[in-house]
Each structure stands twice: as C-alpha cells, then as structure tokens.
Nanobody, 126 residues
C-alpha cells in the first residue's frame, strides 16, 4: 500500500509561481514512476508531467512545457512540481500519482497509475 500526500497548492496571481510537493509512504518509492495530473470540475483528468523511477526521462504536457518542472528526491520520498509563469487556465485540483509496476515507458494516461493522492487546489487569478 502506498499513501501519497500533496501540499503546496494555493491562490496566486497570474505570472506567479508555486511548488507542489507529494510525500509518499513506503520503502520502494525510488522504484516508482511518478506523475502529476490535474482536473477541473466537470472535465477529464488531464496529464501534466511524469518522471521515471531514475529521474530521467521526464515528460510534460504541451500546455506546461517550459513553465513546469517535475523532480524527485528519493531520500525524502518526495516528488515536486515547480510551476512558473502560471496562467488562469492552470487552475485545477492537482493530483500526484504513483505507478508501482515497472515499465520502460512514461505514461501520460491516468489509468496506468495505481496510487493517487487526495489532491491540492491551485487557483490562479487574472
């Protein structure tokens, strides 16, 4: 069983920055691929970024490339999402996800992840 707890969400103005954190339980964190997804009310869950178990490669949605950075610190069992140049359309609940089954591929499809956090709200004002 893996537990994921997100933090770092909040309300910021457009152009600002936030860093989301996701703390994971368990001793096998370093073997998990990790992802960030987001969801607005009434919409599908949307891929944001993913990072392999080794830290490389990473993958980003086109909408966030160049603005968001995913990273991980295995010593702290934590994955991060640094979000810069935020836009109102980035407003959503952000979820951290873990894929505990090994694959050489980084997935941008949410059913490929088997553990999820509770989400953290990010709101960007214009």
């Amino acid at each position: 069983q893996v537990q994921l707890v997100e933090s770092g969400g909040g309300l910021v103005q457009a152009g600002g920055s936030l860093r989301l954190s996701c703390a994971a339980s368990g001793r096998s964190f370093s073997s998990y691929a990790m992802g960030w997804f987001r969801q607005e009310p009434g919409k599908e869950r949307e891929f944001v970024a993913a990072i392999s178990w080794s830290g490389y490669p990473t993958n980003y949605a086109d909408s966030v490339k160049g603005r968001f950075t995913i990273s991980r610190d295995d010593a702290k069992n934590t994955v991060y999402l640094q979000m810069n140049s935020l836009k109102p359309e980035d407003t959503a609940v952000y979820y951290c996800a873990a894929r505990t089954y090994y694959s050489s591929k980084l997935y941008d499809y949410w059913p490929k992840y088997d553990y999820w956090g509770q989400g953290t709200q990010v709101t960007i004002s214009s």
